[in-house]
């Protein structure tokens, strides 16, 4: 913990990653409020059905990384970027009060207009905050500086999804006290980013082209004329394939599954957190200091193995009629239960082992006055692959009518295929890329 440690004791570094923090905590409590009052009727459904709306709004969310990352991308690499994230922690602050309208009012359409307008605050931050660690720490940093922010991440996503859906369940539908936790992360995050270093701007002279089309077009070409970088970025973008797929389904899966309260939704989500950060942080640990890939494979063998472990338990879960389980009694439905939250931790602990390296990777051999498009790129094709999730959820769950457990089979063993072919081109690639480092 020493260099983790250091590093959070810096002013380079530790102002940027609480308003990371932050930024994350204010999406999840969002979402997963907007989630909980979907799936248990506490607002007007439109007569929709849970699921589709459910998947919807993951859509609606990650709908902005495919429109505007190239835009935010640019941006990032010609303007100051301190500047830039306090005047984006302002517009987040705007944001949840039009949230807030939506939750006091009741109604559904603008509570989603709310959350496409967080996921296009989420775009223009994205390639700023990890173009940004590559500046702030040095290279024997990169992986602590990642695993640091993976697992703060991961944190911020596991109080953001008990605190929301705490929120929800006990103010028994006076969302008037969701709204007040909204707006309060938001200014804590603006807070903490008036104390970000300034940085020098990597491409001042750029001209900012703002044709979202084009500019995303020329964004992905560039990307993909960096073979080894652009196989990094499938490999990340399918990292969010996979997790929008799970945990999009994690509330329909505790009513319709478990026939357990959103209090079990959040205890599954933090079990899934708990993992992540823990694997991010085994990952620094066990993989070393030096950028490399070490850990990937056994991430991607653990996100097929324990997603088809995940599927066995459920079809164990016995059948269940009358109220719905609470937290305090899920504990004492059998063991099947404990599969289930077993299955969900090592997922997470998968994901880290998993992600950390890509990302470190994508920034170590990103050219830094392009980092920022580079980042942006990888945005576009998450955003691609999260979409293609969300379409593939709903294809899978509301026209084909099959159930959870075919939709995790499947997409575990689209896993498998996928990381196995991705490994086997990007090993000698890397191997070349630091021969060509160490000339």
């Not at 030096?290 to 494979?297: H, R, T």
């Amino acid at each position: 913990m020493d260099k983790n440690e250091h590093l959070l004791a810096t002013r380079r570094f530790l102002p940027m990653f609480l308003t990371q923090f932050f930024g994350a905590l204010n999406d999840n409590v969002f979402k997963q409020a907007l989630l909980l009052v979907i799936t248990y009727g506490w607002i007007q459904q439109q007569a929709a059905s849970i699921s589709t709306l459910n998947n919807l709004a993951a859509l609606l969310f990650i709908l902005p990384y495919f429109i505007f990352s190239a835009t935010a991308g640019q941006i990032a690499d010609k303007c100051e970027r301190s500047q830039l994230i306090r005047y984006l922690k302002l517009l987040e602050i705007g944001i949840m009060l039009l949230g807030t309208v939506g939750f006091l009012l009741g109604n559904l359409w603008i509570l989603l207009a709310a959350l496409f307008l967080m996921g296009t605050h989420s775009t223009f931050f994205g390639p700023i905050k990890y173009a940004i660690l590559p500046e702030i720490l040095k290279p024997n940093e990169l992986m602590s500086g990642n695993a640091l922010f993976q697992s703060g991440t991961s944190i911020a996503i596991l109080i953001g999804m008990i605190l929301g859906g705490a929120v929800i369940s006990l103010s028994q539908g006076n969302l008037i006290w969701i709204s007040l936790t909204v707006v309060s992360i938001a200014v804590m995050g603006y807070l903490t980013s008036r104390f970000i270093l300034k940085q020098s701007a990597p491409a001042p002279e750029l001209n900012i082209d703002w044709n979202f089309f084009r500019t995303s077009f020329q964004t992905l070409k560039y990307a993909k004329s960096l073979p080894l970088v652009f196989l990094i970025l499938l490999g990340n973008s399918w990292y969010w394939f996979y997790g929008a797929t799970y945990l999009t389904q994690i509330p329909q899966l505790t009513l319709q599954v478990l026939h357990a309260s959103e209090n079990v939704a959040s205890l599954l989500l933090t079990f899934f957190s708990v993992g992540i950060g823990l694997g991010s942080f085994l990952c620094r640990k066990l993989g070393g200091s030096e950028v490399n890939i070490k850990m990937v494979p056994i991430g991607a063998i653990g996100l097929t193995v324990f997603a088809l472990y995940l599927a066995a338990s459920l079809a164990f879960v016995p059948a269940h009629t009358g109220a719905l389980i609470g937290l305090s009694e899920v504990f004492h439905q059998g063991w099947s239960y404990y599969h289930v939250m077993l299955a969900v931790t090592l997922l997470g602990i998968s994901g880290g082992f998993y992600i950390v390296p890509l990302y470190a990777m994508m920034q170590a051999y990103s050219p830094r006055s392009h980092r920022a498009r580079v980042v942006a790129a990888n945005n576009i094709l998450n955003a691609i692959f999260m979409v293609t999730s969300a379409i593939f959820s709903i294809v899978i769950l509301s026209i084909l009518n099959f159930d959870l457990k075919v939709l995790f089979c499947m997409t575990a063993v689209l896993s498998g295929i996928f990381t196995l072919v991705l490994l086997i081109k990007l090993k000698p690639m890397i191997k070349t890329a630091k021969a060509d480092l160490e000339d």
